[in-house]
């Protein structure tokens, strides 16, 4: 194999004779195309982080955008409406700024960063879309909401022309509150059960069972409304109830639960299930001391975003409660309504009051969902294992009762395992009857009393001495690994050893004569 010297041009193990020609012209290309690409800059590529002239460019496109359409709408072509005016403008803002980018990056940075302001732009879209709604429903209902009564009174005296000052949705609430209730006191147990029945046994029922689940989560919620209504009210002739609604919400909240359960347990390392079973716990106890709280902070999620979903539900409200005006706090008998329920009775009046009360109770309920997210936020934020102050604590109080424990067990004199067979020696001679008392086992080879047998009573070197006051456990000598020769036992013992005297024939390992 010839090596080439780019630095003095020619093969290093060249023969002698050979002629300086052809090796010398094509050593002398080698070296310019290694200098040239020697001299080319090595200018770092940044993927993130802000720098001036990113900055300079995105507003100067911004700019430039703005201009064009302005100049396409209002002068060049015969273009109107608002819609065309912001996309023709973002188009030309894209356009404008990747020939800016592209004056100083090569194109797959030019690209890289195209996307980037196509994806911020996306971001801020859905932002500013909810900010829109959320900032004209609390101006809306701005009226209505500094009163105090509108949070703790309802409409039952209050009309449609009567000032803010009177009436409220105190009813509403109190029915909201009711209904989730009763929805989650279905959904949380077999929700849970159901995900974890789906992550734990697998097999084609559980299939099954998965598909169902994801079909229900795209049934329409007036399909839940009208099962409840037929099933409940009229063929079982139940009036219209708080706690009909509670079932068709629930029929509305199980499939996100389970789902978003069923996600999160996926999630639990197997090696802590391999573990706990291998330690000897059954599938119950693996599941329930340890998935279940591994798990803990998603499966919490889970059913902060199945409520969330559940609240805004007003179709199967309005098929099992009906409407009332007044306040309800039994949801087993009469109408029940709900947040939403109320805001579409409330908007659909032509009077200005009855619309700022709907806006206010819509503000309401947005604040409640928002809550809800927010704390699901926050909670699902944390890695599965993660413990708070309140549970580290429980956890270190556990570590150290176990640890007392142990102590208590490696106690010395306290034997933990007896693997020796014990004789019984008859019935116990002391009153009170305390029945048959086994006796003291043979003595093994390696242990402290066959040692002393073998020496004629003194302690023996190999085990140790055990104290007066103490009870010294028994030694064992070690198994021999597999392959190893077995160690050597005891001289075989003479026959009145064997037999327990000079007379005797019983055997004192099993105490049978024979």
């Known amino acids: 194999m010839t090596v080439v010297d780019l630095e003095k041009g020619a093969p290093q193990n060249a023969p002698q004779n050979a002629p300086q020609d052809a090796p010398g012209k094509a050593a002398e290309g080698i070296s310019a195309d290694t200098d040239a690409v020697a001299a080319l800059p090595d200018v770092p590529r940044r993927i993130g982080g802000v720098t001036r002239s990113g900055v300079l460019s995105v507003f100067g496109a911004a700019a430039s955008g703005l201009c064009v359409a302005v100049l396409l709408f209002g002068e060049l072509a015969p273009f109107s409406g608002a ?119 697998p097999g084609r029922f559980s299939r099954f069972v998965r598909t169902i689940v994801e079909a229900m989560t795209a049934l329409p919620s007036i399909v839940a ?75 919490a999620t889970a059913v902060i975003l199945g409520t969330a979903r559940g609240i805004g539900e007003t179709s199967p409200v309005l098929l099992t409660a ?33 619309i700022a009360r709907g806006f206010g109770a819509a503000a309401v309920l947005m604040a409640l969902v928002l809550v809800l997210f927010v704390i699901a936020r926050v909670i699902g934020g944390r890695g599965p294992g993660h413990q708070n102050k309140r549970q580290a604590r429980r956890a270190a109080r556990a570590s150290r009762r176990d640890a007392t424990r142990f102590a208590e067990l490696h106690t010395p004199g306290l034997e933990l395992f007896e693997t020796g067979d014990r004789d019984v020696a008859g019935e116990s001679d002391e009153p009170g009857g305390a029945g048959p008392r086994p006796s003291a086992a043979p003595p093994r080879w390696g242990s402290p009393r066959a040692s002393e047998a073998e020496s004629g009573g003194a302690p023996s070197h190999d085990a140790p001495a055990a104290d007066s006051g103490e009870q010294s456990p028994e030694y064992h000598a070690p198994a021999p690994a597999h392959g190893d020769r077995a160690p050597q036992g005891p001289p075989a013992p003479d026959d009145e050893t064997r037999t327990g005297g000079a007379g005797g024939n019983e055997d004192l390992a099993t105490g049978d004569s024979h």
């Open 83 to 201: 819609l065309g005016f912001f996309v023709t403008a973002y188009l030309a803002f894209l356009g404008i700024y990747a020939v800016l980018t592209g004056l100083e990056e090569s194109g797959q940075a030019v690209r890289d960063r195209v996307m980037t302001v196509v994806l911020w732009s996306a971001g801020g879209l859905m932002f500013a879309a909810l900010t829109m709604v959320l900032g004209f429903t609390a101006w809306r209902g701005r009226e209505a909401l500094p009163h105090a009564n509108f949070f703790t009174q309802d409409m039952q005296a209050a009309g449609p022309l009567d000032p803010l000052t009177h009436g409220g949705i105190a009813h509403a609430m109190l029915g909201t509150i009711i209904m989730i209730a009763i929805a989650l006191a279905i959904t949380v147990p077999l929700g849970l059960a159901c995900a974890v029945y789906l992550n734990q046994i």
């Open 322 to 354: 009906g409407f009332t005006a007044a306040l309800n706090a039994d949801p087993t008998s009469g109408p029940m309504v709900s947040l939403p329920l109320a805001v579409f009775n409330f908007v659909k009046s032509p009077e200005p009051t009855m």
């Open 225 to 299: 409304g009208l099962m409840v209504y037929a099933v409940w009210i009229l063929n079982l002739g139940m009036q219209k109830s708080g706690l009909a609604a509670g079932f068709a919400i629930s029929v509305m909240m199980l499939p996100i639960v389970i789902r978003a359960a069923d996600v999160v347990l996926r999630l639990v390392p197997g090696t802590l299930t391999e573990a706990s079973e291998a330690l000897g716990a059954p599938r119950w106890r693996t599941v329930w001391h340890v998935v279940l709280p591994t798990a803990r902070s998603g499966l």
